[in-house]
């Protein structure tokens, strides 16, 4: 069993940045995630990466703005959100799962598989 605890959200106006945090305890041979779910939309995976760190996805959304990343040695999953716009308002969650198709991952994991944390609201506006 993992347990996930976000961290990081808070408001930020557009053009900014934030850096979200991730405590994954026991983590290191899934693969990791963000998730985000905005106000009226579905659940989207916006970043995915293997559990070695040599596979990664993002979303068309924040290609170029967000960075993925993970330290093992400290179990924690990271998501650096540079040039911030009010789209990227929603809530977001870093989750885990054992697999080795990071694009699937990210594109139709259903929150009924692997590991979810329980979400930091992230807003932008000015």
């Known amino acids: 069993q993992l347990q996930l605890v976000e961290s990081g959200g808070g408001l930020v106006q557009p053009g900014g940045s934030l850096r979200l945090s991730c405590s994954a305890p026991?983590?290191?041979?899934?693969?990791v995630g963000w998730f985000r779910q905005a106000p009226g939309k579905e659940r989207e995976g916006i970043s995915c990466?293997?559990?070695?760190?040599?596979?990664?996805y993002y979303a068309d959304s924040v290609k170029g703005r967000f960075t993925i990343s993970r330290d093992t040695a400290n179990s924690m999953v990271y998501l650096q959100m540079n040039s911030l716009n009010v789209e990227d308002t929603g809530i977001y969650y870093c989750?885990?799962?054992?697999?080795?198709?990071?694009?699937?991952?990210?594109?139709?994991?259903?929150?009924?598989?692997?590991?979810w944390g329980q979400g930091t609201q992230v807003t932008v506006s000015s």
């Open positions: 026991g983590f290191h041979y899934y693969a």
């Open positions: 990466m293997s559990s070695t760190g040599d596979e990664v």
């Open positions: 989750v885990a799962v054992s697999t080795s198709t990071i694009r699937a991952m990210c594109l139709s994991m259903s929150e009924a598989v692997g590991y």
